[in-house]
DNA sequence: GCACGATGATGGTAGGTGTCCACTATCTTC
DNA sequence: GAAGATAGTGGACACCTACCATCATCGTGC
């Protein structure tokens, strides 16, 4: 194909693969009126095709969706014994939602879950083995592919990116440390 | 409650309202992991908190649910005649959900689809009376949603933030133009 | 001029996700 | 000890995404 829409790229994300731009209309003369001023059009843009990548990325680590199970194994694996109720906070999740999906990971003997000595209503989450290997090859998948994903960004412009969505993050979310 | 983790501002987004903080177990000393570095993580979460304030503002216009119905409003609102292919391409949801979207608001009077002149296999959307009055208020609340949402950052940083994000949403979908 | 491939839209289906509520066990306060 | 709050669980429901098959239409090649 041309120059035309063809944007040079060494990593096809999973949006460009799938056939998405339409073929007898001119989509570059569109008018995006306040759209185009809408952070929050683009954050929500922006993560369906992140999402995309990523699970594309995923698909063969982790078989089965489970949107938090990505979080959940590195959350869990670095604090163990971290509670359902703290983790659901953190990830923005429902609390009955992310009972669900424990439960579906204990099914799949990733995570286990201990009643807490401190206060028997409350659950202590852990990575069982197969969680702690499976962990390990997520994180390298997830880091390259954020890094790829964002690297029309310069390493100055992705900081600047984290710190400024660190920043809204925090501020609408209560009992959150400043994360990294 | 005291100076712990209250935050103060003028404008409680929908996820302050509700009540998500667990009460027994400390938040504050979370380990984030890779996941403070990951543009990925923070991009979902903050559509998520994006996405719920948004939508407790617009839920007595819009009354009920349809992801994309704003999108379509001032999309369509801002290029009449514009094609449901271009319109899906564009706000990344797939055709045939953009289809029974557009039949939605069809039937709520918002959208009319007409068949194009120029090629009869494709469709053109204008919005009706009832649409054009909606795409106003639905404005109104989108413009001020977002000041307010994204309140902590400056406009400087505000501007930093979307020109980033447009950056990348540019960078991984073809066909669209550079948006403002 | 016709066959074939491509395109735009439509309808159907399956699976996944999010939200909310009721309930139970547990804990704290009065 | 009662009452209110909390952590977790289970159920229900609505919504959303993704994919595929189908049809009408269009463009291209022979």
Redesign the pocket.
Known sequence: MGAMTEKADAVPS?ARR??K?????DTLDIDFDIFGTLLSFYVRTVN?LV??DL?ARMERLLL??????IATLLLVGANPGI??????HVI?????????????MGGAELVE?R??P????????YLLPKGEALRARVRDVALTQDRDFFSVLDGGERAQLLGLLRKVYGRHLDGVPDAG
């Open positions: 999973a799938s056939r731009v339409p073929k007898t209309a369906i999402s995309q699970d089965a969706g489970g949107t938090g199970k509670r359902p109720s703290v983790l659901a923005r999740k429902d609390r009955s939602a992310m009972g669900k999906l424990l439960d579906a879950q009643v807490s401190a206060e028997r209503r409350a659950r202590e989450l």
